[in-house]
Structure formats: structure tokens, C-alpha cells
């Protein structure tokens, strides 16, 4: 089974940045792709970016021009270098992925932003 671990959120001032990072351990050879979610209280948790195993990048239109999604060189990292952050990205932040079998989800991680 593939297990995912975020980190790097934490409480910034609107305009600022954060990096997450996810890492990916288990079985790596199942995971297809990866991407990052999120939740604020009260809402259901929608699609921010996602990268394929190939390398093709996805956003959500809140996230285009401000958010980036990468991999990292051992390709079981990924990360999401955040910028221009506004009070409406607030949320946790989950990672997932998608394998060939049950997909897992990160335990998520808290991004603040504060006006």
C-alpha cells in the first residue's frame, strides 16, 4: 500500500507563500499520479493541482497563475509551491494519489492565511 505524508503548511499573512511537500512510500510503482486537495470547514474537499507520471500538470482556476505543482527528482515527491496566498485558501491541504488499487490520502496539512 502506497502511505502519504504532508507537510509544510503553517499560518502566513494574504500574499505570501508556503511550500508543501508529500512523501510517497510503499509501494511507488502503483501510484499513476498525484495531486493536492483541500477542505475548508464546512465545504467538500476539491481538486487544486495534479501532476501525471508523465509530467502533465493540472490546476484548478483558483489555483492557475498562483499555484505550482511539481515532482520531485525521486518522483515519489511532489510539491506545491503556493504564491500570492489569499484568506480564501484557507484549508487542509490533503496529498493523494492515484494507483491501481485503493487510492491513499495524506493525513493533511493546516495552510492559514490571514488578511
Known amino acids: 500500500q502506497v502511505q502519504l505524508v504532508e507537510s509544510g503548511g503553517g499560518s502566513v499573512q494574504a500574499g505570501g507563500s508556503l511550500r508543501l511537500s508529500c512523501a510517497a512510500s510503499?509501494?511507488?510503482?502503483?501510484?499513476?499520479?498525484m495531486g493536492w486537495y483541500r477542505q475548508a470547514p464546512g465545504t467538500q474537499r476539491e481538486s487544486v493541482a495534479s501532476?501525471?507520471?508523465?509530467?502533465?500538470?493540472n490546476y484548478a482556476d483558483s489555483a492557475k497563475g498562483r499555484f505550482t505543482i511539481s515532482r520531485g527528482n525521486a518522483k515519489n515527491t511532489v510539491y506545491l509551491q503556493m504564491n500570492s496566498l489569499k484568506p480564501e485558501d484557507t484549508a487542509v491541504y490533503y496529498c493523494?494519489?492515484?494507483?491501481?488499487?485503493?487510492?491513499?490520502w495524506g493525513q493533511g496539512t493546516q495552510v492559514t492565511v490571514s488578511s
Open positions: 493523494h494519489a492515484s494507483t491501481r488499487g485503493v487510492d491513499p
Open positions: 510503499g509501494d511507488i510503482d502503483s501510484i499513476l499520479g
Open positions: 501532476i501525471s507520471r508523465g509530467g502533465s500538470t
